[in-house]
């Protein structure tokens, strides 16, 4: 097979609301020209003859993705065959960090790092630890102060994350360095626990060392299946806050981390956060509020369901703020172009493309603050 020929194959679906039909095809990508094909499993006729779809690369697919197909949400759900899973599996891996409470308010620029280091976040989730969680996760680990840990570990939210990267699980611990950080600063100086670490315990994100502690950490934080253990619960307050979402089309881009940075520098706590992909029928319910009163309304939806969107519940540090109101000012115009001429500095100028691809949805009014950050982090979040 020429490397022109050369094709990945993965198991695919996705939700035809106007046949309300799940519709299951093989993808296949060839990477030689960047090209896509879809073929319909159930009526085994090609759906999609293979075609050029640009802001798409292999990168972008990986067992459960969204990406966004001439408007078609497609979720990648398996491999499809042997050759597929054994060439991907051993070009990128996918490992964990826990980055830990008094790391948090950094979650910015760490996340800016990471990315800027030629890692995916695939996954990613802020939760409160129990100790019961917390003995879980160290369970096997020897020559650790288990004591010293559950108190640490259960004193503020900690961050999941699920990371993908070629030679993602080596990578991953070079770029973190070593575990002491005081030895880090000595013989890593570039790496993140050098750069915000304090000792070997508070020394910014914990990680696995090999695939079985990564594959059990994943399933604890990120369960692909019924779990048999509840997972770690969401951090999320449910008051005095506002909803923001970094849209798809941000996140593909890799300017969460920017994003976050932004909001957490402007006086800002992010008390939850987690990724979530929102079906075409809780984009609608979510955005109903706009459906005849903005003419982007459909175009609005079709964004929120392209692919994974981070849901952040956004908190003051002045607890006099109206977190609201003063949150809209930090995102700035609707129209990202508007907001390049006259609020340069907002999220939306800095961030946006279009209307509807603006880099973020903020809460409009203060009662929607609170209500919006429910509708994630206790109706879509099943934990």
Known sequence: MTDYMERYTFEAEWYDKVACTLKKFYFY??????TIELFDTKTRKTFLKRTKCDGIDLKDIYIGATVTIFARSIKIMDYGDSTTKLNLQTKTQKTFGLIKPDAVDKLGEILTRIYSH???????????????????????????????????????????????????????LEFLGPNDSKEARETAPQTLRARYGIDSMRNVVYSCDNSEEIDKALDMFFPKKKPKRKPPKNSATLRNCTCCIIKPHAVQAKLAGSIIDDIQKAGYVISALKLFYVDPVNAEEFLEVYKGVLPDYESMVVEL???????MEVKPKDEQLNVNVEFRKLCGPLDPEIAKQIRPNTLRAKYGKTRPQNAIHCSDLPEDGVLEAEYFFKILDDN
Do not use: H
């Open 29 to 34: 990508y060839f990477p030689a020209d960047n």
């Open 118 to 172: 030629d890692f995916y976040i695939t996954n990613i989730n802020m939760v409160n630890l129990t100790e019961d969680d917390v003995t879980e996760l160290f369970k096997d680990k020897e020559n650790i102060d288990l004591t010293a840990f559950l108190t640490y570990l259960t004193s503020g939210p900690v961050v999941a994350l699920e990371v993908l990267g070629e030679n993602g699980i080596a990578r991953w």
């Open 305 to 311: 369901q392209s692919g994974a969107c981070i849901a």
